[in-house]
């Protein structure tokens, strides 16, 4: 099986530009989640998505959002980029149950100038 | 509440030598346990994991933890480390809900 893809691998955007982050996850995996990964803050969860709906929510403000479509693909939208965006941004899909591990994609690393 | 405990952010061991990066977690029911790699510029790559079962769990690349629930710990080792395995290494616990929680990483730095 594929294993979890992330585009684009790299982005540079200025500040006030809005990005969309795309991952498609493992055949089969319903479950889709997306990470924050600085070195100030490590891995803060942003939200996680399954069957197209949003299954939970980590603290990050409105600015940060996701969808995921029909075929389990998924994108994260950052409008109103601020400097502080600037990270790796990490999906993470895992299987229905009994799976209870995510695989993790290579990331996008995002800089905000 | 912090979940995951991660002592130690840096870790340096000589090659050959024994390697143990400590992880405790807070939890009152017994929690499913990771441990991920990470190299630079990449992903998070699973080492290993405990679900239920027997404590001592065996992953790729030679590691293994145990899992102690008296100590609530779940500490990665190796008994001899390679060069190779210098990166980041996160333990990460799954709570109901399926949400996951990540420690703050250990840098591992083996050195020749």
């Known amino acids: 099986k594929a294993g979890v893809t992330q585009t684009p691998r790299y982005l540079i955007k200025t500040r006030g530009q809005q990005v969309t982050l795309s991952c498609s996850p493992i055949?089969?995996?319903?479950?889709v989640s997306w990470y924050q990964q600085t070195p100030g803050q490590g891995l803060q969860f942003l939200f996680e998505?399954?069957?197209?709906?949003?299954?939970n929510k980590g603290n990050f403000p409105g600015r940060f959002s996701g969808r995921q479509f029909s075929n389990s693909r998924s994108e994260m939208n950052v409008s109103t980029l601020e400097l502080g965006d600037s990270a790796l941004y990490l999906c993470?899909?895992?299987?229905?149950?009994?799976?209870?591990?995510?695989?993790f994609g290579p990331g996008t690393r995002l800089l905000v100038l | 509440a912090q979940s995951v405990t991660q002592l130690g952010s840096h870790v340096s061991v000589s090659e050959g030598a024994l390697v143990l990066l400590r992880c405790n977690y807070s939890?009152?029911?017994?929690?499913?346990l990771f441990w991920y790699v990470q190299y630079p510029n990449q992903g998070l790559q699973l080492l290993l994991k405990?679900?239920?079962?027997?404590?001592l769990v065996k992953g790729i690349n030679g590691f293994e933890a145990e899992f102690k629930k008296s100590e609530t710990s779940f500490h990665l080792t190796k008994p001899s480390a390679h060069m190779s395995d210098a990166a980041e290494y996160f333990c990460a616990v799954r709570r109901t809900g399926n949400q996951f929680y990540f420690g703050t990483g250990t840098s591992l730095t083996v050195i020749p």
């Open positions: 939890s009152s029911v017994p929690p499913y």
């Open positions: 993470a899909s895992m299987g229905d149950p009994p799976s209870e591990t995510q695989y």
């Open positions: 405990y679900t239920t079962g027997a404590t």
């Open positions: 998505y399954f069957s197209e709906t949003q299954r």
């Open positions: 055949s089969g995996h319903r479950s």
